[in-house]
């Protein structure tokens, strides 16, 4: 069974139109830690046929953005005020899985980070790294 | 009539699946500068309405590289390594407008920022400001 | 005559251990921009004889911070949250200058960046690029 | 007995006359990690009495770039070419570590983070996190 915050995190995850259509899919939340996959497509791709940066870097802010949002308060959500990428490899493979750990949870600010791996069969590879701070806001739904 | 860097953009600009999927269209190529629109739509949106940060990193992202692409030689291509962005203000309008231009253009690498405005009317509102840094790579085609 | 944000922006630089260890100097403060001077010598040094990028990103940092001080309330002052710095050229010179610049004054967040110019005779050149983002908090003094 | 490598990092280390005149130490070096210490000073302090986030940057910078170095071959140095860093606490306590380790190690360019704690009695607290990038260059002598 799902707590509550992993069932809200799968409710907003449901409402972001452009994860949808870039064909990102939410795998796991966890308190301090959220999981996204996205398997390369047209859909997400640049012109050289690897994922582009702004999906990657889409699935990972996401990831980082969940993965403090399940740290705050009900009636609190959170927003993405700056974040820094690096693309370590390129983006190409099976599937790319973003996961979001919290480093640093504060009351207005709250730094995460995520990890992209590259997965093609029994290999993973590191292909890009957030660090990402997000800003506590109240809302009424995310 | 356009140039042959201006013609090499607009190929590649064609061949990107996301800028597809979520909308983006080029608007202008200058040498060090490049402009990408986008009207924020169900494709590109996120839970609360507003553009996804994803989407908005596409755009200044893809127009910071080819920024840094036109003041390239013909057998060069770039690749983004890193890049950092600060998101501003809330990205809703009738239209984002993203424009980078290159701050250091080097032989290896290259540095450019982007600038995101939300456009309603007659108002522009500054979203969006990102700094990138881009590696020379040769290519066969962009 | 200076105004009160100024010598405010004054007295604190002159408690500033250490920018007086590196040999910084205040030179112009006015709303939302303030520069900064450093002559590298032996106590900003990198082991290449350039200054030390912790020296750089110190003047950079305290522009951009100090500007976004100008714009607050007599009873806030600012907290760098975090900041990107890419550095451009190696900094040499017969003298650093960093200007800082908000780009977005918020009451919680304000975005500035600062630019790191080497000075040399007639000619002047872009050593860095920063962008930070401060954080207003109540303060008894600076 | 220490490495060549070692070896390296410390004549290198002694010649950076802006970390002399903070009070930084060399603690630790081995290949892709090196770890560097401050204690805080009125040379490395800012107006509040925290450690000026210029003195947290350049030992993070340091360490990051250092391990860096560690992996590279002995014709090769390392320059920075941009970081971003999040202060994540008040840079106080009775001293500062910052480790910094190889995220991916290139031919042209590496990626690498820093960790820096404040240390007082039993308790360590994270007060900052660094990912630079760096690139290798031919060197006569570091």
Same mark, same amino acid.
């Given at each position: ?26 795998? @796991? ?18 012109? /050289?046929? +690897?994922? /582009? ?12 953005? +969940? ?30 899985? *973003? ?17 992209? +791996? $590259? ?8 292909? $890009? ?6 800003? *506590?806001? @109240?809302?009424?739904?995310?």
């Amino acid at each position: 069974m799902e707590t509550r915050q992993a069932e809200r995190v799968r409710a907003s995850f449901g409402r972001q139109g452009l994860l949808q259509a870039i064909g990102a899919t939410l795998i @796991d939340v966890r308190p301090g830690s959220v999981t996204i996959e996205l398997c390369p497509g047209p859909s997400n791709r640049q012109q /050289h046929g +690897y994922v /582009h940066v702004g999906a990657v870097s889409a699935i990972a802010d996401t990831a980082a953005g +969940y993965a403090a949002q399940t740290l705050m308060p009900e009636d609190r959500t959170v927003l993405t005020t700056e974040f820094k990428i690096n693309l370590l490899a390129p983006a190409v493979g099976e599937r790319l899985v *973003a996961t979001g750990e919290v480093v640093k949870a504060g009351r207005t600010l709250t730094v995460a980070q995520a990890k992209v +791996y $590259a997965i093609s069969g029994e290999t993973r590879k590191l292909v $890009a790294l957030l660090t990402a701070t997000l800003i *506590a806001v @109240d809302h009424a739904e995310d």
